[in-house]
C-alpha cells in the first residue's frame, strides 16, 4: 500500500517519470496551434539590410533641409526597386515606404511637408532633419540572432518570425497521444438513455476536452464495465498511446479493479492517493513499454481537478515546455468572503472574472459537475479555513 503524498510531491514524481518526446522536423503549418519549438530558429540575414524608408516621401541630406528650398529629383525607388544610384548633392530621391535610401541619403522627408513645383519639391515643413524615418540595417535584428527560441510556443508573431527567417519547416515537439478510458458498470453512451441506475459518460469528453486545451492528441478508447477482462482488453490497447488516462475504479471499493489489472498488465504503480480534495484516490503508474499511466477519480470533479493538476504538466512536459508545474500558481484576491471544511489541501475550481476577482463556488460534492461551469482557475487552499473578501489566494489559471 502506498501512502498517500502531498500534491507537490506527486506533481514532482509525475514530472520526473514522464518521457521526453522527440522534436521532428515538421512543417510551419499556422494552423498548428500551440506547438513547441525544438530548435533556435535564426535570421539568415540583416532585417532590414539596407537604409530603408519609413514613409513615403523624398531622401535626401539633412543638412539640405531648409523650409522653402526647392529641390531636383535625382531619381526613384519604390519597395522592391534596386537601390537607386548615390544621392548627387542638392537633390532629393522620390522613396517610398520599405524601399532603400540611396548612399549619401542621411534623411527621409515625408510627401506631407513638400509641395510639387515646377522641377522639383519645395519643402515646406523643416522638422525632420533626424533619422526618424529610417530603419538602419540590422536595426531589427542581425544575422545569427535567435528569432524565435527553443521551447516557444508557436502562435501568430512566431509564424511570422519563421517566414522572416526563411523557415519553411522545423523542429517541433508532436501532440503526445493519449488514450482515455471510462470505467464503471454504471457508465453509458451520452447517446443513451440511462436508467435510473445509470449515469451518462461525463468525464469522456470532459477529459477529452481538457487534454485538446493541454494540447494533447487524445483518443477516447471506451467504457469498460468494472469486469477484469474488459479493464484488461482496453487498458493494453491503451498502452500503446503516450500516455494512459483511465476515469473510475481506482478506490476502495471491491469493484474497483484498475490498480490490480494494470499491475498484472506489467505497470509499475508509483503513486495511489493523494492528500487532497477532491481527488484522494488519484493513482499514477509507468509502464516499461514507455506509456505513463494516470488513474483519474470517476467523480467528474475529482476527475477535472485530477486532470489539470498530474496530467496537464505532463502533457506539457511531453510537448517541449519548460518547467510546466512551478510557474503555474499565482495570486488573485477573493471577491467574497469563503470558508471551506476539511482535514486535507482543497484545489476548488473558482471563477477568475475580468477584474481579476476570485469567485468560489458552492460545491456541493465531487459529483456535482455543473456547480463548476465557468471556472477558469483551480485555486490552492490550506485544510479548512475562513478567508475574507480581499485576501489573496494561490490559483492556477486553466485556459
Ligand atoms: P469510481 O471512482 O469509479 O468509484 O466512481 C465514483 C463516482 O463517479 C461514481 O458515482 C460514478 O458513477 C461516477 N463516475 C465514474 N465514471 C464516470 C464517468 N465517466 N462519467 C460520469 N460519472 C462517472
Ligand atoms: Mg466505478
Not at 61 to 73: F, N
Not at 118 to 127: L, N, P, T, W
Not at 284 to 305: M, Q
Not at 344 to 360: E, I, N, Q
Request: hydrophobic fraction near 40%; charged fraction near 20%.
Amino acid at each position: 500500500m502506498i501512502p498517500p503524498g502531498d500534491v507537490s510531491t506527486i506533481r514532482r514524481l509525475v514530472l520526473e517519470h514522464t518521457p521526453c518526446l522527440k522534436a521532428r522536423v515538421g512543417p510551419a503549418l499556422t494552423n498548428n496551434f500551440g506547438v513547441v519549438l525544438g530548435e533556435d530558429v535564426l535570421a539568415d540575414g540583416d532585417m532590414p539590410a539596407l537604409p530603408t524608408s519609413r514613409m513615403d516621401g523624398y531622401a535626401l541630406r539633412a543638412t539640405d533641409v531648409v523650409l522653402h528650398r526647392v529641390l531636383e529629383i535625382a531619381g526613384t525607388t519604390r519597395a522592391g526597386d534596386h537601390r537607386g544610384q548615390p544621392l548627387p548633392a542638392g537633390m532629393c530621391h522620390k522613396i517610398t515606404t520599405g524601399a532603400a535610401l540611396p548612399e549619401n541619403a542621411d534623411c527621409v522627408i515625408p510627401v506631407e511637408d513638400t509641395r510639387t513645383v515646377d522641377g522639383g519639391i519645395e519643402i515646406i515643413a523643416a522638422h525632420c532633419t533626424d533619422h526618424r524615418f529610417i530603419r538602419f540595417p540590422g536595426e531589427e535584428f542581425r544575422q545569427g540572432q535567435v528569432l524565435v527560441p527553443a521551447g516557444t510556443v508557436l502562435g501568430p508573431v512566431e509564424y511570422g518570425l519563421l517566414a522572416l527567417a526563411g523557415r519553411t519547416a522545423a523542429l517541433q515537439y508532436d501532440a503526445p497521444r493519449v488514450a482515455v478510458l471510462s470505467t464503471g458498470n454504471e457508465i453509458v453512451e451520452p447517446g443513451m438513455r440511462p436508467g435510473q441506475h445509470q449515469v451518462r459518460n461525463s468525464n469522456g469528453p470532459m477529459l477529452m476536452a481538457q487534454l485538446c486545451r493541454a494540447g494533447a492528441l487524445p483518443r477516447f478508447l471506451g467504457i469498460a464495465p468494472d469486469s477484469e477482462a474488459s479493464l484488461r482488453s482496453l487498458i493494453r490497447e491503451g498502452l500503446w498511446h503516450n500516455v494512459l488516462v483511465i476515469s473510475g475504479g481506482i478506490s476502495a471499493g471491491d469493484r474497483d479493479l484498475v490498480p490490480s489489472v494494470l499491475e498484472s498488465e506489467g505497470a509499475r504503480i508509483l503513486a495511489h492517493g493523494v492528500s487532497m480534495r477532491p481527488g484522494k484516490p488519484f493513482l499514477f503508474a509507468t509502464h516499461p513499454c514507455g506509456p505513463i499511466i494516470f488513474g483519474l477519480p470517476g467523480n467528474p470533479v475529482s476527475a477535472f481537478t485530477c486532470m489539470e493538476l498530474f496530467v496537464r504538466p505532463a502533457i506539457e512536459s511531453m510537448r517541449g515546455l519548460q518547467a510546466p508545474a512551478e510557474k503555474q500558481w499565482q495570486k488573485a484576491p477573493l471577491a467574497t468572503d469563503f470558508s471551506w471544511k476539511g482535514d486535507r489541501p482543497f484545489y476548488p475550481p473558482m471563477r477568475l472574472d475580468s477584474k481579476g476577482l476570485l469567485h468560489p463556488t458552492h460545491l456541493s460534492g465531487s459529483a456535482d459537475l455543473r456547480s463548476i461551469a465557468g471556472c477558469n482557475v483551480l485555486a490552492r487552499l490550506a485544510p479548512q479555513g475562513m478567508l475574507h473578501a480581499g485576501d489573496p489566494v494561490d490559483i492556477a489559471i486553466l485556459e
